[in-house]
Every structure is written in C-alpha cells, then in structure tokens.
C-alpha cells in the first residue's frame, strides 16, 4: 500500500514543501511541520495578499510572521484537499493532519523529502554537503536577502524569528558580492540630481548644462 500510494504521497509532500517554500518571507522552522494548525494561519486580502502565521513560541520568539504572496493559493489548494478528507478545521495540523503522532508526521516528511531529492538527483549540493529539508529555510532566507530588495536584516530577522547575528553568521555566509551586482552598482539620488529636476519651478536656481 505504501509502495503503491508513494507518488501521491511524494506529490502531496512536494505541494506541501512549496507552501512551506512560499512562506519564505516567514521561513517557518521544521518545528511548524509538527505543530502547525489551521488556526495559526490567516489569509489577508487588500492591497498586499499574504498568510499572517502565528506559530506555537518557538525560542522565546512569538510575534506574528508574514508570507509570500504566492502562499496564498498553495494554502488554499492544500486547505481544499484536506477539507475533502475530512479535514481542515482549525484544530486540524496544516502537514499530515492525518497522523496524530506528530513525531512521526515530522519523520514521515523528512524521509520522503530525502526520496524525492534523492529520485531527482538533487541529494548532494553545490559545496559537497546533502540537502535537508532545513534547507529550505535556508533557501527562503537567502533568496530574500538576494531578491527582497532592500530589506534590511533586523526585519528579515524577525520574520524568520532569528536574530540578525545568525543570519549574518550562517544564512548570509554563502552569499557572494557578485550577487547583488545590482545594488552594489546602484547610485543614491543627489541632491544636485533633485535641483535639475525641479529647474521648470520659478524659484529654482537652474544648474548650468
């Protein structure tokens, strides 16, 4: 039976990695694969749609976390399936709500995470070291750092209920300059850039050409 079922579970698992992928802005902890409920998710619409995650306190971390848009539909498509088999309420876990042993749930997730790495040949990564499903929290961060911007790191740290010094110690160690080639070739507008766009007002002194 576990043989038979194990691409629809591995499909289920992957649907369920991307969630927790998508909330890279929140980058949960393999601990929210274990306690995460239903009623510790909110969606919020207007004009930013995101998932308002509101974990069990984790190392002294409890304040509300933010994810990606994109986190939003794939929250939506596992909240479906779940409610088809008879789960989906609140007190239901949002990873296997099925297995009540949560250890287990945990385990369960790990292994097939590493079956599908494994089945890819994505096992091992760039620098020699395997993949684990921490990863991708590690992903999640470092991508933000990449792509987010000019997110400063107090802010990041706090989504990822972090601190600054870990991620500058371990998340942002793989990171080279080249990387944000864009922000570092990126220039500050001058104030002599604001005078010669303000030279149509009358009072303005006109820069010379």
Not at 41 to 59: A, H, V
Not at 140 to 164: C, Q
Not at 185 to 193: L, P
């Amino acid at each position: 039976m576990w043989t038979c079922n194990l691409f629809s579970i591995s499909r289920q698992v992957a649907r369920l990695g991307e969630l927790y992928l998508e909330q890279n802005a929140a980058s949960p902890r393999s601990d929210d694969i274990r306690q995460l409920k239903n009623k510790h998710i909110e969606i919020i619409s207007g004009k930013f749609n995101y998932l308002r995650l509101t974990p069990p306190e984790i190392k002294r971390h409890k304040a509300p976390t933010v994810s990606l848009p994109q986190a939003v539909n794939v929250y939506k498509t596992v909240l479906k399936h779940h409610t088809a088999l008879g789960f989906g309420g609140p007190e239901d876990y949002v990873f296997f709500p099925e297995e009540k042993n949560r250890l287990r749930a945990l385990n369960t997730f790990g292994w097939l995470f590493n079956w599908i790495m494994n089945s890819l040949g994505l096992k091992e990564g760039p620098h020699g070291a395997d993949r684990s499903f921490y990863s991708l929290r590690h992903t999640a961060i470092t991508f933000r750092l990449i792509f987010g911007g000019n997110i400063d790191l107090l802010t990041l740290a706090r989504n990822a209920r972090t601190s600054v010094e870990m991620i500058e110690k371990f998340y942002a160690s793989t990171l080279s300059a080249e990387m944000n080639i864009q922000l570092l070739h990126s220039k500050r507008r001058s104030w002599f850039t604001g005078l010669r766009g303000m030279r149509h007002l009358p009072f303005c002194w006109k820069p010379s050409e």
